[in-house]
C-alpha cells in the first residue's frame, strides 16, 4: 500500500490539516514542524496526490499551454520561460500542440478542462470566439503569448511586431540598402504577418524607397518556406541586397539557400531575421536578428497566470522591448 496523508500524520504526530498546509505552503505551523513533516513524507516515500490536494485548496497546481507548433524553437524558448516559473511555484505543465487546427484546440480545451488545471496560456495563435467561450465555461483564467484577443479583460504579454519590422528594415536602409526584400509570415495572419509587413512598409515610406510588390512574399514563419520564397526572390527580384525574414527558422532557410545557389553571405546577400532563437547564435554565419526576450516573455505569462490564480485579480496585458542583435549576416554597402 501506497503511504498516504494519514500516515504521514501519525508519523510526525500533527494533524492532517497541519500536514496539508505545509504540503501547500500555507503557513501557520512552526519551521520545527515543517521539517519534522518533510522529514517524515521523506522517510516513508509519501507522494502527494495532486487532486487530492487539489479538493483542499480548490487548486490542482498544473497549466496547460497551447502551440501551434510545440516542435518549433520558438515554441520550446517560451516554454522554457514558462516552466522555468511555474516550477518554482510548485506548478505543473500540461503541454498541447494544436497544429493550428481549430477541432484539435477545442479537443484539449475539453482534456484540460477534464484536468482540471487551474489556467491556460495560450501561445501565437488566435483566441477565437469559440475557444474563449470554452475556457469561459471553465472560470479559470488565461494569458496569452504572442498574441492579443479583443477581449481587453483577458492579458497578453508581447512585442510590438510592426514597430520591430519597422527597426529591422531602418536598420538595413542605415547599413545602405534600399533593395530589400521581406518574406511575410502568412498572409492571413492578423496577429503577426500583418504587422510586421505594415512595419516593412512604413519603414520603406519613411525613406523614401517605392514599394514593388514582388519583393514582399509570402512564407509560414517555418525553414522550409524561407528556403523556398527566397529562391522565388533570386528568380523575380535578382537585384536584391538584402533580405528580412519575419522569423529566424526563415532566415536560416534562406542562408541555406543562398549556401546552395553559390551566394555569399553577407557578401552578396544580407540577411536580418526575427526572434533572437538560440539557433540564430549556431548557423554560418550567425544571424542579425529582431530579438524578442522569448524566454522572459514566457516567464512573464506564467508569472501573470499564477497571481492571478492565486489571488483571482485581474492582470493587465504587457508590450514588452525588443532589441536588434548585431551578428555577422548583414553588411555594410559602400
Request: aromatic fraction near 6%; proline fraction near 4%.
Amino acid at each position: 500500500m501506497n503511504p498516504t496523508i494519514k500516515d504521514v500524520a501519525k508519523m510526525a504526530n500533527v494533524s492532517i490539516a497541519t500536514v496539508s498546509r505545509v504540503l501547500n505552503n500555507l503557513g501557520g505551523y512552526t519551521d520545527k514542524t515543517k521539517q519534522r513533516v518533510n522529514e517524515v513524507i521523506k522517510e516513508i516515500g509519501y507522494q502527494p496526490n495532486a487532486i487530492a490536494r487539489g479538493l483542499i485548496n480548490k487548486r490542482t497546481q498544473t497549466i496547460g499551454v497551447l502551440f501551434p507548433n510545440v516542435s518549433s524553437s520558438f515554441s520550446s524558448d517560451i516554454l522554457q520561460g514558462v516552466e522555468d516559473f511555474a516550477h518554482s511555484r510548485n506548478y505543473s505543465i500540461v503541454v498541447c500542440n494544436t497544429d493550428d487546427d481549430g477541432k484539435r484546440t477545442m479537443k484539449y480545451l475539453q482534456l484540460l478542462r477534464e484536468k482540471q488545471v487551474d489556467g491556460i496560456i495560450f501561445s501565437s495563435s488566435v483566441l477565437k470566439d469559440e475557444y474563449r467561450e470554452a475556457i469561459g465555461h471553465m472560470k479559470i483564467p488565461v494569458v496569452l503569448i504572442s498574441s492579443q484577443g479583443n477581449d481587453a479583460a483577458i492579458p497578453y504579454v508581447k512585442i510590438d511586431d510592426s514597430l520591430a519590422a519597422y527597426d529591422a528594415v531602418d536598420y538595413l536602409v542605415a547599413k545602405g540598402h534600399r533593395k530589400i526584400a521581406m518574406i511575410s509570415g502568412g498572409k492571413d495572419d492578423v496577429l503577426t504577418g500583418s504587422p510586421r509587413v505594415q512595419g516593412y512598409l512604413r519603414a520603406l515610406q519613411k525613406h523614401g524607397i517605392p514599394f514593388d510588390e514582388r519583393y514582399l512574399v509570402y512564407g509560414d514563419f517555418r525553414f522550409e518556406s524561407g528556403y523556398r520564397e527566397f529562391e522565388t526572390l533570386l528568380r523575380t527580384v535578382p537585384d536584391l541586397t538584402a533580405v528580412f525574414a519575419a522569423s529566424d527558422e526563415m532566415a536560416i532557410g534562406v542562408l541555406s539557400a543562398a549556401y546552395k545557389h553559390g551566394l555569399k553571405v553577407p557578401d552578396d546577400i544580407s540577411v536580418i531575421g526575427f526572434d533572437g532563437l538560440q539557433l540564430s547564435s549556431m548557423v554560418v554565419p550567425p544571424l542579425t536578428t529582431v530579438r524578442q526576450p522569448l524566454v522572459e516573455m514566457g516567464q512573464m505569462a506564467s508569472e501573470i497566470l499564477i497571481q492571478m490564480i492565486e489571488t483571482s485579480e485581474a492582470a493587465k496585458g504587457k508590450i514588452v522591448d525588443h532589441s536588434i542583435v548585431e551578428r555577422q549576416s548583414v553588411r555594410t554597402l559602400a
